[in-house]
């Protein structure tokens, strides 16, 4: 990871940057690194989902004043890192994703979902499970129905309502999460993609309190390899058709560098934070507001 390319001093923070500001995010760091004309928080070279993950971790990571500590910055960029070459993968590993992103039992939003389900008395936890064997199975290859899929999210939807508003919020964003997966099949996937994740990291970041780095960061590491342990045979037979041998996937972790590893800024790029003003649901991410029933 050169970071040696970039040529003005830079120092990692929270929030979205202005050009010269001296100011940065790690997803910013990798777009860089990456070559993009214009610099962003989504860099060409990440799968959107998992940058967004990366996003949430460098904001949690920085201190009361708003950057992050040296031990911290290298952290960000190390996962930051491990995003690289996982853009472009099939529609089968964005299903399987999602699937592992609602229910696995590691990092899924399911176990808010119960919880919210044995408070409210409601069906939200089988509305999760149901929808994401629903994108197992088209992972598969055998694709439900567009009627199989509208059913899912009219339950879903209707297990939101039978919720109370003002308690398990984390509950009630892992189900939007959920409901809002089903338009994959018939929409625009990025956009629909972005409000899946950005439901299921409120939920996640609720439940720690919106303050605690160290929970949100595991389930980062394992977003990421999950998404290229699915995305590995994909990526293999893209490599083995690459006529001039010049692709490349990543390594697990960035390369060790005590000394010498000097962050710097961007000079006339632009940063966008464009995941939380575009994605994200206004309300309820304190925990202490309602959220809008669907």
Do not use: I, Q
């Given at each position: 990871m050169d970071l040696e390319r970039i040529t003005h001093p830079l120092?990692?923070?929270?929030?979205?940057h202005q050009p010269g500001s001296g100011k940065g995010c790690a997803m910013n760091v990798i777009s860089y690194i990456n070559g993009d004309t214009h610099i962003t928080d989504f860099p060409g070279c990440s799968a959107r989902p998992l940058a967004a993950f990366v996003q949430v971790c460098n904001d949690l990571l920085a201190g009361p004043d708003g950057y992050l500590s040296p031990e911290n910055s290298l952290l960000a960029l190390e996962l930051g890192w491990q995003?690289?070459?996982?853009a472009d993968v099939d529609d089968v590993v964005m299903h399987a994703w999602v699937a592992e992103l609602l229910t696995n039992p590691t990092w899924g939003v399911l176990s808010y979902a119960?919880?919210?389900a044995r408070y409210a008395k409601s069906a939200a936890d089988k509305a999760v499970l149901d929808i994401a064997e629903l994108h197992r199975a088209a992972a598969a290859g055998d694709m439900p129905p567009i009627a199989a899929w509208k059913a899912a999210d009219r339950a879903a939807r209707a297990a939101c309502r039978a919720s109370k508003p003002t308690m398990h919020i984390a509950g009630l964003y892992a189900v939007r999460a959920a409901y809002h997966s089903t338009a994959l099949v018939d929409a625009?996937?990025?956009?629909?993609?972005?409000?899946?994740t950005a439901n299921a990291l409120h939920a996640h970041t609720l439940t720690t309190g919106g303050t605690r780095a160290a929970p949100i960061v595991e389930m980062t590491r394992h977003a990421i390899r999950s998404w290229r342990s699915l995305a590995a045979p994909d990526t293999s037979r893209r490599l083995d058709s690459d006529a001039d041998g010049s692709a490349e996937f990543p390594s697990d972790?960035?390369?060790r560098r005590r000394a010498r590893v000097t962050l710097r800024r961007f000079r006339g790029?632009?940063?966008t934070r464009g995941f939380e003003q575009d994605c994200c649901p206004a309300a309820g991410f304190n925990g202490r507001e309602t959220i809008a029933q669907p």
């Open positions: 120092r990692l923070a929270k929030g979205s995003t690289l070459g996982t119960k919880r919210a625009d996937r990025r956009a629909t993609l972005d409000v899946v972790t960035m390369p790029k632009a940063t």
